[in-house]
């Protein structure tokens, strides 16, 4: 069983910066991926990063490449996402995910955090 704990995020107006972590408590899979999606109201949740984390590996959707940023902390098993230059389209509700691989697919991913909210106003 694997929980997962969110934290960051708040509001913040276009160009700004924000920082999510996500802490994860207990362990599955041998090679787990740890990603972000996010959800804005009336759509679909969407991958926005993830990385392996037996050997950082990180993968980023095209809309946030050279914007975010992902890392993790192996000793404290936190993986946080540096969002820098953010615009207006940003604004969701971030979710963490924990999973066998680092997929597109949200089914892929078995542990979800709470999601905490980003704000990005013009």
């Known amino acids: 069983q694997v929980r997962l704990v969110e934290s960051g995020g708040g509001s913040v107006q276009a160009g700004g910066s924000l920082r999510l972590s996500c802490a994860a408590s207990g362990s599955a899979y041998n090679s787990p991926c740890m990603g972000w999606f996010h959800q804005a109201p009336g759509k679909e949740r969407e991958w926005v990063v993830g990385?392996?984390?037996?050997?950082?590996?990180?993968y980023y959707a095209d809309s946030v490449k050279g914007r975010f940023t992902i890392s993790q902390d192996n000793a404290r098993n936190t993986v946080s996402l540096q969002m820098a230059s953010l615009k207006p389209e940003d604004t969701a509700m971030y979710y963490c995910a924990y999973g066998p691989i680092c997929s597109l697919t949200p089914r892929t991913y078995s542990y979800w955090g709470q999601g905490t909210q980003v704000t990005v106003s013009e």
């Open positions: 990385i392996y984390t037996n050997n950082g590996a990180a």
